[in-house]
């Protein structure tokens, strides 16, 4: 089991839920600075979750056609950045595509990520994937922290 790779794959986990995990901590703010009502904060969820949940299988089809390392770094990046986006802009369509694009670039990191882990954790990959199921367990849970702080 290669640890450090494997470490590093949990860190870009932790790096990439934490923006799923910011979500719902965003909610009342949106709900507060925007006067969202629980229809569009449902529509946001949606966006995020379920269209992201129906478009991964593309992109573990994709990474099962071959490596596609690239594809972490641009989930991560763009979840991120889509994340940013919904704290600079007020219409309430402009932060559903923001957050549309964030569920989606989450969705192209996974499959990768889990592809790698496979490869790195050699005869232990129960344990290697635990490993890096904590990463993004701690991005779900340390999300919602980092989101009310800033």
Request: net charge positive; charged share 10%.
């Amino acid at each position: 089991m290669n640890k450090k790779y494997l470490y590093l794959l949990a860190a870009a986990h932790l790096s990439n839920d934490i923006n799923t995990g910011s979500l719902p901590a965003l909610l009342p703010f949106f709900v507060s600075f925007y006067g969202m009502d629980y229809t569009a904060i449902a529509g946001l969820m949606f966006a995020s979750s379920f269209l992201s949940s129906v478009i991964q299988p593309l992109f573990g089809y994709l990474a099962d056609k071959g490596s596609r390392q690239w594809f972490m770094a641009v989930g991560v990046f763009f979840a991120g950045t889509s994340l940013a986006i919904t704290g600079f802009v007020s219409d309430y369509w402009l932060i559903f595509a923001a957050v549309t694009v964030m569920g989606i670039a989450t969705s192209i990191f996974h499959p990768e990520a889990a592809r790698c882990v496979n490869g790195v954790s050699q005869g232990a990959r129960g344990k290697g994937m635990s490993i890096f199921s904590v990463g993004g367990n701690g991005g779900f849970g340390f999300g919602p922290l980092l989101a009310v702080f800033l």
